[in-house]
């Protein structure tokens, strides 16, 4: 490869790592109001993004990300702020730079790159080669604002993960990428865990590492990850859940899961396979130092199988995913292998 792989060297450094959790939850509790894109607090709160980096270094992350989510002009554009890709992706990287340097200790600075928001054709306008662009103009923003790594996350069509790998090939920075398994299991756009590793093949660079983050709750994504290391024992894999479910209280949104849910959320991962594991929507800086502890203290044990991972982290809510399905669909492989 020709861009450097931080993360390989962390992981054979630690064995596991710790990612952040969420920004946009954590965000809101800062005084972010809804409607508002966070990308814009980069040049009109830039201290408020320092904190929110600041408390998950303190938590003990190894991995943060950029407050860049939104940032291509796909979705800046909802904001009038079509015109400011580069600067706002170099001032989001510039910004968890400031505070990965001062660690004390080595915390990588991935450069969050989310969906579009569009539908690539047929089923929509935009091209393969527009989504290539976008992605590569949000990419060298991060890039030179001294992101290490293209993180590319919450993807649902295995088309736009593969236009934003190709981009930050494109640009020189290393990626890795992670699909939202939130739809009876699958992505939105159809893709199964199991085929998340295939997506990139023949780029001329290939991943960091690949996985899931946000969907539906912990046991759900506890269960794709399953999929994912039996179908690539090998490959690094990312995992990053929601911390529990969400749950409506008048007009706001509180997740479910306790430090101590996610605590226990970790040693299952680390169990079942992740090299890389954090959290998701409603993930605090509470929640990330309790995930910290038990990954400290953690010694790997058996793979736990969709059973144990319900017993121990509750009931799973993807409306086809249940233990019993899920369960029978690996004892069926489990016999065609036989």
Partial sequence: MTATNPIDALIAEKGVLLADGATGTNLFAMGLEAGEAPELLNETSPETIVSLHQNFVDAGADIILTNSFGGTRHRLKLHHAQDRVRELNKRAAEIARSVADKAGRK??????????????????????EDAVDAFAEQIEGLKAGGAEVAWI???????????????????????????????????MMGLLPKDIHGVADGLAQAPLGVGANCGVGAADILASLLDMTDAKPEATVIVKGNCGIPEFRGSEIHYSGTPELMADYVRLAVDAGAKIVGGCCGTSFAHLAAMRKALD????????????????????????????????????RRRSRA
């Fill in 153 to 187: 996350e919450t993807m649902s069509a295995p088309d736009e993960i593969r236009a934003a790998a190709e981009a930050a090939i494109r640009v020189g920075l290393p990626y890795t990428y992670t699909g939202s398994f939130d739809t009876a299991g699958r992505t």
């Fill in 297 to 332: 203290a953690h010694e790997k044990s058996a793979r736990p199988t969709v059973e144990t991972i319900v017993e121990r982290i509750g009931p799973m809510r993807n409306k086809t995913a249940s233990a019993g399905d899920a369960g029978e669909g690996r004892r069926e």
């Fill in 107 to 128: 915390v990588i600075v991935a450069g969050s790159v989310g969906p579009t928001g569009e539908l690539l054709v047929p089923l929509g306008a935009m091209t393969y």
